[in-house]
């Protein structure tokens, strides 16, 4: 039954965002808002909204470690498993814009997040913060499309298009229809999700924070997976890579941000294995995309290196969890050998010319 109820909540999460997306898309262009600037907010935000949708419900329930770990874990997740296979399919290219504006904003959303855990708690003021954070980015990114390129203003035309007029789709009622049933599965599938999640917990014998690191996290991402993955099997390889780094962004001031407001006075508990570990590995991730992303593209080796990191990062959790004898042998050759290697190389692939077509 907590397997059933678990997949239901996912399905209902994947569709949910779909629905909310598209009623919102399809009602924003009809009211002559561009594409970019639809593309930059209700799709930025709908890819997010299963980890907003889980992080608030895990609030409501009282499971505040698991809306920690979804944010965190989808953050890991994002980038060393989306962002891997991704380049395994076919080498990624990443635009300028990426590495001069976003990819140092997510560090420092990453970094504000870790100062701001460091009293042991994210308070109402933080979440608050938080909130009025990602308001001011999202504003920023729809000014700064005002300037763009026409290359860049077209960038979404071919996905997102207004309702064709008589189109099943083109009336504002079934829009709104839309929305709120996105909405209603966003709600109920976080809902059975979270309460799956605990009952995992419960039976595996370890706890919600590593659940949601884990499970939660990958089964949230179900959207940035599919976008991602099927904006590089198209040939759109700058915004596979854009699109997790804009999700890493808006997990924090967003998810995060609202977490934080619905649990009140009481704020979202930032336990001691979170500080001690997790949120440093999700540090580490985030700076560990600027030497990669510099060189202009993301080859199928360094994917495979960032899926095979995740899978040492998920390994890690389960045998931390367990207690289990092989942990400490593990860990001292991920630290003596695994990780000094994988440095050393970034840096003589850095120093290979960056690809004219990246530009």
Same mark, same amino acid.
């Given at each position: 039954? !907590?397997?059933?109820?678990?997949?239901?909540?996912?399905?209902?999460?994947?569709?949910?965002?779909?629905?909310?997306? =598209?009623?919102?898309? *399809?009602?924003?262009?009809?009211?002559?808002?561009?594409?970019?600037? $639809?593309?930059? &907010?209700?799709? @930025?935000?709908?890819?997010?909204?299963?980890?907003?949708?889980?992080?608030?419900? @895990?609030?409501? !329930?009282?499971? &505040?470690?698991?809306?920690?770990?979804?944010?965190?874990?989808? !953050?890991?997740? !994002?980038?060393? /498993?989306?962002?891997?296979?991704?380049?395994? #399919?076919?080498?990624?290219?990443?635009?300028?814009?990426?590495?001069?504006?976003?990819?140092? #904003?997510?560090?420092?959303?990453?970094? +504000?997040?870790?100062? +701001?855990? +460091?009293?042991?708690?994210?308070?109402?003021?933080?979440?608050?913060?938080?909130?009025?954070?990602?308001?001011?980015?999202?504003?920023?990114?729809?000014?700064?499309?005002? =300037?763009?390129?026409?290359?860049? @203003?077209?960038?979404?035309?071919?996905?997102? *298009?207004?309702?064709?007029?008589?189109?099943?789709?083109?009336?504002?009622?079934?829009?709104?229809?839309? #929305?709120?049933?996105?909405?209603?599965?966003?709600?109920?599938?976080?809902?059975?999700?979270?309460?799956?999640?605990?009952?995992?917990?419960?039976?595996?014998? $370890?706890?919600?924070?590593?659940?949601?690191? &884990?499970? $939660?996290?990958?089964?949230?991402?179900?959207?940035?997976?599919? &976008?991602? %993955?099927?904006?590089? %099997?198209?040939?759109?390889?700058?915004?596979?890579?854009?699109?997790?780094?804009?999700?890493?962004?808006?997990?924090?001031?967003?998810?995060?941000?609202?977490?934080?407001?619905?649990?009140?006075?009481?704020?979202?508990?930032?336990?001691?294995?979170?500080?001690?570990?997790?949120?440093?590995?999700?540090?580490?991730?985030?700076?560990?995309?600027?030497?990669? /992303?510099?060189?202009?593209?993301?080859?199928?080796?360094?994917?495979?290196?960032?899926?095979?990191?995740?899978?040492?990062?998920?390994?890690?959790?389960?045998?931390?969890?367990?207690?289990?004898?092989?942990?400490?042998?593990?860990?001292?050759?991920?630290?003596?050998?695994?990780?000094?290697?994988?440095?050393?190389? +970034?840096?003589?692939?850095?120093?290979?010319? =960056?690809?004219?077509?990246?530009?």
């Amino acid at each position: 039954m !907590n397997v059933l109820l678990f997949v239901a909540g996912l399905v209902g999460l994947v569709v949910g965002a779909d629905l909310l997306v =598209r009623g919102a898309s *399809k009602m924003a262009l009809s009211l002559g808002i561009s594409p970019l600037v $639809v593309g930059l &907010t209700i799709v @930025a935000f709908g890819t997010s909204a299963p980890e907003m949708a889980v992080s608030a419900g @895990a609030v409501l !329930n009282g499971q &505040t470690d698991i809306a920690i770990g979804n944010v965190v874990g989808s !953050n890991i997740f !994002n980038v060393l /498993f989306i962002l891997g296979v991704s380049a395994l #399919i076919v080498p990624l290219l990443v635009h300028q814009q990426i590495i001069r504006q976003e990819v140092p #904003i997510m560090i420092g959303a990453s970094v +504000l997040l870790l100062v +701001l855990g +460091l009293d042991g708690r994210i308070s109402l003021l933080d979440g608050a913060l938080l909130l009025g954070l990602v308001l001011a980015y999202t504003t920023y990114l729809v000014v700064q499309s005002r =300037r763009e390129s026409a290359a860049a @203003a077209t960038e979404y035309d071919d996905e997102l *298009k207004p309702a064709e007029v008589g189109a099943w789709d083109a009336k504002l009622p079934v829009q709104l229809a839309l #929305i709120v049933a996105g909405l209603v599965g966003l709600v109920l599938g976080s809902e059975a999700l979270v309460t799956a999640s605990v009952a995992f917990a419960k039976q595996l014998g $370890v706890s919600d924070l590593v659940i949601g690191l &884990t499970i $939660v996290a990958a089964g949230t991402s179900m959207p940035e997976v599919a &976008t991602s %993955i099927m904006a590089a %099997i198209k040939g759109e390889r700058d915004i596979a890579v854009g699109n997790v780094v804009g999700s890493n962004t808006f997990n924090i001031l967003g998810c995060l941000g609202l977490s934080g407001v619905l649990a009140g006075q009481t704020g979202l508990t930032m336990t001691g294995a979170v500080m001690n570990f997790d949120i440093w590995v999700m540090l580490a991730v985030a700076f560990a995309c600027l030497p990669v /992303f510099l060189k202009g593209r993301i080859a199928r080796w360094e994917g495979a290196v960032f899926v095979g990191y995740y899978g040492s990062y998920v390994i890690y959790l389960i045998l931390a969890a367990q207690q289990h004898a092989a942990l400490p042998a593990f860990s001292q050759a991920m630290l003596s050998f695994v990780l000094p290697l994988t440095v050393i190389t +970034l840096i003589v692939s850095m120093m290979r010319p =960056r690809p004219t077509e990246a530009a």
